[in-house]
């Protein structure tokens, strides 16, 4: 398995056993953390290649180059890796930098990597951890020549070592294993969420969910169609009634704090297949629906990673799994909804699904378990997108102290998060003269309108809802960054995992 450990001390490594990753900055040309190990440095001095008008071009950020240095019968491999602006290198930088490090060792198939100090504090270096990992996902399972393998075994067999001769930062405090783990965690969220709809239908989820039975302090439970019904969540059950693979809720507990102690509820939008239904979407780019599971993949990533963590609280993850498609047993534009919680709901757009199966999931969230807060994410507005591209998620709440923390840690995990504003208005335009509201609410702030509309179904319990529809997958526009490779990109779990270790325990 991948291996990464870190040496307090340049001099006793050998640099001919991997490829030795030296960070050029471009304004301080000072490499004297180098000049520790003296054969290095001689080797260098030798070959000329700390002269400057090689280095020039290398050292802007990302840029890079591998040297090959035959040194007597040795070959010294050298990647020249460009940091930009040392002083302005934040922790999302140092998570790309890592990446490029991995892509460009898996490319040359170097599995032993030594990494030389271009950063200072532990959560630089933990950044640095992360995108080494994160960058190395493949989705190889569909392949034909790929069958069973999840992992590459460039991934399986890699072992870096990470250098930090710098005394304020303290390498002994990294958890690596646990940073590991949570990008495993990740990994576990893009293969749900890269899986095709013809695999993964809402069963499908469901068996994948029970197999996390197995890991501490997790029990999970799945609902089928008729204990939904009974439970009187009909949103859910009218979205999923026009597919043949019934609609399944999704429950997994994480209980490692006293039973007394009230949950932290999360809640991810499953849409296994949004065809939109009735008011069929086009169909340029639908195969991208299959993304509309997203936010329960990575609420089930979450519980994944806590399986593995020892975090003294109680955790519930509910996950309403459907599949959103036209029939002759399809609900319609016109129907009228009662919700579990009594709400009454006008369908005006069959394609505005995803909050009515949240509305239920929150809903029930609120009344069975009196959470200490509910956070929920989904890929549930294209106008989030139009809103805020596909770097940033959305991010709208009743509790402006709730979401100021999470965007507080997003700025860290690099998953970037902009809060948009409830305010009262969009209340008003989602109610109807049948009902007691309207799933949709026109063509103006359509991100809003649709947290307005969950807003009905958290009663005052802080609540924050993540807008994930330009994050969850890369698309257009999405920037460049090697830890996020093609498809699936698992946002959100890196950040909930630091809220949840964060969080006050009282
Ligand atoms: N799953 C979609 C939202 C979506 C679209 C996410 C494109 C990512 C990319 C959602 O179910 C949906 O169809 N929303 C409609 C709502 C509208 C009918 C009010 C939308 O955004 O067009
Ligand atoms: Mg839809
Ligand atoms: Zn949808």
Known sequence: MVEISIKRSIDDLDIFEGLFVVGLDENNKDLNYLSKN?????????????????????????KNMILSLNDGDKLLKILL??????KKLNEDKLRQLGGIISLRAKELNFPNVIISNFYSSSSQIESIIEGLVLSLYEFNKFKEDKADKTLSTFYVNYSVVIVTTDDSNDGNKIDIGKIVNICEA???????????????????LANSAKTLE??????????????????????????GKGSENEPKLIIVEYNNSTSTDKPIVLVGKAVTFDTGGISIKPSDRMDEMKFDKSGGCTVLG????LGNLDLPINVVAIIPAVENMPSGSSYRPGDIIRMYNGKTVEVLNTDAEGRLILADALAYGVAKYAPKCILDFATLTGACIIALGTNIAGIIGNDNKLINKLVSISNITGEK???LPLSEEFSDLIKSNVATIKNIGGRTGGTITAAAFLSYFVSDVPWAHFDIAGTAWTQDGTADKSYNPKGSTGFGIRTIIKFLEQYQYK
């Open 38 to 62: 003296t054969k290095l440095m001689d080797i260098l001095n030798r070959h000329k290649v700390i002269q400057e008008e090689h280095l020039e071009n290398i050292r802007k950020f990302g």
């Open 81 to 86: 890796l460009g940091i930009g602006d040392g």
């Open 186 to 204: 990740v990994f576990y969220a893009r293969d749900l969420a890269n899986s095709p709809p013809n695999v993964i239908d809402p069963n499908a």
């Open 214 to 239: 197995k890991m501490k302090n997790i029990h999970v439970d799945i609902l089928n169609q008729n204990q939904i019904k009974d439970l009187g969540m009909n949103g859910i059950i009218s979205v």
């Open 302 to 305: 979450i519980m994944k990673a």
């Open 417 to 419: 998060i902009w809060q």
